[in-house]
């Protein structure tokens, strides 16, 4: 911001007196603020040291009492661990001994069912679970407290004298330890049988089928012939494995939220989170060779029902609750079993449990890893089959992903082997390999669990060469319930530190105070005594100025009026001085700019009255031309479809060439003028390059057909086909450049290349056209020219070939339009090549285009004769000639034709008639072609029809074809009417399913 002198002057009256001052005060104030500084630092290092201090003694007791419960629970979990494990191995021991029993005894029913009843085994259920009301998660059945409160009796056992309660029982249950007890003869048949179950039939089958055991999967048989007297088989775990649609808790809240149905009953059961589940029904069978007079007569079988394995680990929860009677796997603890090839048996969770596909005995397939899911969907084989060859344990990190598709199925099966997103089956099976048992740490479901795995020891049958002899027990534990008493205590210890460091800061705080209120009270003097001199040195100062500085600020208002515009205002000259001198010469310079002012306003005005007038005036003469031009060119060309004689003919192409040229004279002149006005504007649409070029060689192939030369085109396969901008102004250009060759070439060719420039930095394409000719040439003099408006290289060129010299001019303008340039090279006597490039936005699918980057098209303006025969016309034209032009043309077509004369006239005929298509002229009396379009849609609204309506009219305004569109109107055609852009016109939009074959309309 500029000083005026005022300001200057009171600046340096600021600057002689008030700065010094000012730095006098602050020298004070400074000095007695690094005193408060230095006494403030002093008492927060105090105290920040005394913080690290406690904090260091804390955090040390609590790093320690974490190491310490840490490895005091890791032992405590791998020790229950193996205990399970072991208590599991014993549990199958004794069934090795009962099936041993069982092949003394004699094979009867009797004694098979005296020898079931005695065996068997609790099992524990909780209570019945319910969902809560708002179904966002189960509740227990209420509890009653019926433990009363322990303590001490004797003195000397008070000290840490601890008692808990019984734990929660559940509803015990004694169920048979076999499902099913069978003798089977030597060719595989059961003679004898005794269930205890409905899973199994009671009917005797054939075993040697696997279709007549347990899920078709038991394949036990076989395996029996090759016991000897004394030896045991042992089976796999074999049950229907059980899909759930949700992994974690079963609510009627999270179902809505995936938009599946609510029937946790048809899902596997999975404890607390869904305690309404189907659960796992499976079996592990032993069988022993029957042997009577030292010969063997066949093999006894127990069923154990898999249940009681479950059993072992269902209910252990490795935390301060030890046991519970439903499992819980939400909260990382619990307990769950594997086979020995890293299959799942055993899990809170019962669809996490591997099993067969009751209808095809197969194994269903597990939860794979997607990478896993990829390689078995390529292989086309059964999973049976894939699982035979596939990697297993493969590079598993957290990082990999679950195959989508078999969540989404609810097949969550989980085999070791193949889930590649679980890092830990790596770690549970490297610790077994050699027998034995271990732990380590891992994050998994959002928590750092501990988890640990033992060999399960049981080495019979199938199982004897097995390090990890049937399998192994895994349990998994929340690590920060292991020292939640260290972190409990780290949060006391962190609470005294809290204290005592508030008590430090407060004591702070105090000192601060009193260190704030002297420096305020020393502040206060030191800045009154300051500030009453530095107002009466500014008061003195704003004296001075105001004195000297009055007709100067008087003299800037009356300037800024005059800036505001209020130009009538002149500044009073009351002195003869400077001041005075000043002012009379302002007041001069504004009479000459209000004068300058006026003139402008004046010019610019009559400027825009001739803007407006010249473009009334060019819209006018196109509609008074263009209407009388389009009577003779049609009916030009209808009588040279008609028998003229040969002199009559000739006089007639005469006429069409003067009515070609004098069209073609005209919309240079439009165009011209819109570029001039630079009112010229260009649209985006999607068009195909390939059907684009092909429509020039349309317009053209009978004009170079005429002079006996070769019109084709080449497109370089690098060129996309779908093409993004303005088709018809590229069109424009190539007509203009293709004319041009045509008209300068009597013998040989005009060819169109396009080629691909190059990819601009916005995404689009720059292409470059060239339209190459044999022609006469162009002289290097000459070339600099051609270019220019109303230009030609020779003037008897207008003589000879016609033209206004503004076709060059006007694809000059739109080239650079279209973001590029024009240009031309050429040898006289050999021919010209006249090039553009322009940028387009790529649209669809850009693939290799598939035709023939060649091509001549002399035959493209060759209609199927019967293409529009019988099409119902109604045409809306209210010049006579116009109109009588236009049936003629339509006819000889085949198609039939009704006229009217005005707008009122043709939505009369749509309501009472049935037509194929309207042609609308848009300037009638009455209403005109727009109002009647707009009738014409409302009718339609209510009916669900659509008729095609095309624009005939004069005007070749940009502004007319908009409002012609936006009234409802499907195409839009200028006059003079050209036969095939009409016919093409005709047959785009008339659906040929719906015309009418030869029903006469004019007695409609």
Known sequence: MRLGIRGKLITIFIFIKVIPLILLAWLAMNEVNKLGISVSSQSAQMANDTKHIVGQIGGLATENSIIALDEKSRESIERLTTDTARDVASFLYERDEDILTAAHLPTTAENYRNFLAPRKHPTIYPAPWQLSPDGTSWLPPPEHDHSLPVSARNPDNEKDFHYRPPEAQG????????????????????????????????????????????????????????????????????????????????????????????????????????????????????????????????????????????????????????????????????????????????????????????????????????????????????????????????????????????????????????????????????????????????????????????????????????????????????VDEFHHAATQTASEIAAIENNFEGKLLAKNAANQKFMTNALEDTAKKLSLSTLFMILVVILIAIWMASSLTGKITTMIQGIKRFQDGNYEHRLETRSSDEMGQLARAFNNMSDVIQESLSQTRIARHKAEESDRAKSLFLANMSHEIRTPLNAIMGLTDLLLTSDADPTQKKYLNAVKTSSDRLLSVISDILDFSKIEAGKLELIAIPFNLHETLNSVLQILTLKAQGKNL????????????????????????????????????????????????????????????????????????????????FSQVDPSHIRRFGGTGLGLSISSELATLMGGSIGVSSTPGKGSTFWFTACFGLSGNNSVHDEPENGQLTALLGYNKDALRNIRVLLAEDEMISSMMAKDMLERKGMIVATVENGEQAVAAFSAGTFDIILMDVQMPQIDGFEAAMRIRAQE???????????????????????????????????????????????KLVDRKEVNSGKDLTAQ
Not at 383 to 411: D, I, N
Not at 944 to 967: F, V, W
């Open 941 to 987: 609204r209510g009916k669900g029809t659509h008729i095609p309506i095309i624009a005939l009219t004069a005007h070749a305004m940009k502004d007319y074809r908009n409002k012609c569109l936006e009234s409802g109107m499907d195409d839009y055609i200028t006059k003079p009417i050209q036969l095939n852009e009409l016919y093409l016109a005709i047959e």
């Open 171 to 478: 509803i015990t249950v004694e169920k048979p330890l076999y499902l099913e007890m069978t003798f089977i003869d030597l060719t595989g048949r059961e003679k004898v049988k005794v269930t205890t179950t409905d899973l199994l039939p009671k009917t005797l089958g054939d075993v040697s089928s696997r279709e007549n055991t347990w899920c078709r999967a038991e394949t036990y048989f076989s395996e029996l012939k090759k016991l000897k007297p004394g030896e045991i088989y042992v089976s796999e775990v074999i049950g229907p494995y059980l899909p759930s649609p949700l992994i974690g808790p079963y609510t009627q809240k999270r179902c809505e939220e995936m938009g599946i149905p609510f029937e946790p009953e048809k899902a596997a059961y999975a404890g607390k989170e869904n305690p309404v589940g189907k659960r796992f029904q499976g079996l592990i069978r032993w069988a022993t060779p029957v042997v009577k007079a030292g010969r063997i007569i066949g093999y006894v079988t127990l069923a154990l029902d898999h249940t009681h394995i479950m059993e072992f680990t269902d209910h252990v929860v490795p935390t301060e609750e030890r046991y519970s009677p439903i499992s819980d796997a939400s909260s990382g603890n619990y307990a769950f079993m594997w086979d020995f090839k890293g299959r799942n048996i055993s899990h809170p969770r019962d669809y996490f449990i591997v099993g067969y596909d009751p209808a095809t005995g197969e194994e269903a397939v597990p939860w794979l890893s997607s990478e896993i899911y990829d390689m078995w969907q390529k292989s086309g084989l059964t999973f049976g089959e894939f699982q035979k060859t596939a990697p297993v344990f493969l590079e598993q990190r957290l990082a990999k992903k679950p195959a989508a598709a078999l969540t989404k199925a609810g097949m969550v099966g989980l085999d070791g082997r193949f889930l590649n997103f679980a890092p830990q089956c790596t770690g549970w099976h490297t610790l077994t390999q050699y027998g034995g048992s271990g732990s380590f740490v891992i994050f998994w479901s959002n928590l750092w669990k501990l988890t640990t795995a033992a060999t399960i020891p049981y080495y019979t049958g199938m199982y004897k060469n097995s390090p990890r002899g049937f399998g192994y027990v895994t349990i998994g534990a929340n």
């Open 710 to 789: 070769v019109l084709q085109r080449t497109i370089s396969s690098t060129v996309p086909p779908m093409l993004i901008g303005d088709p018809n102004r590229l069109v424009q250009i190539i007509i203009n450049l293709v004319t041009n060759g045509i008209k300068f070439t009597n013998v040989g060719s005009v060819t169109i290349h396009v080629n691909r420039e190059k990819m601009t930095e916005d995404g689009k394409v720059m292409l470059k056209f060239s339209v190459i000719d044999t022609g006469i040439g162009i002289s290097p003099e000459n070339q600099k020219l051609i270019f220019r408006a």
